[in-house]
């Protein structure tokens, strides 16, 4: 069963070295026990999507150059996130504001290879099917 996520969902990336929380701002004037509800639109880099303090993908030029420098010897670099798409596979029965809301089992993908999961959705109510 689908969870629904808000604000202060915790988030890891498979390419960052440590969790981060989600951010949603109250534009759709949805809430679950009085925090913002997310949908698969709230994706936006450094705005929804926080840093996973440091990257580890060379998929990213940052990291990739510092480990070029380093003789190949892989360089972690500040994380960025790059998402650039909704997350994938919102709540199919839930909307808020003509989107689907945002499950604890949705992912987003980065553009330097991370692969973004919920690890804690900041809510304990359980979606309707």
Known sequence: MPIATCMSAQ???SMGTAPSVLTVLP???TTTNGLPAATIMDH??????????MCISLA?????AATAAALGVLTPMPCIPAT???????APTVTIKGFPALANTS???C??????EIVDPGEEVVMVP
């Open 84 to 90: 650039s798409a909704p997350w994938i596979a919102g």
């Open 111 to 116: 553009n330097w290879a991370g692969v973004i």
């Open 107 to 109: 992912i987003l993908m």
């Open 44 to 53: 936006a880099p450094m705005v929804n999507v926080m840093p996973f303090a």
């Open 11 to 13: 988030c890891t990336c």
């Open 60 to 64: 990213n030029p940052e990291v990739a």
């Open 27 to 29: 534009v759709n004037e």
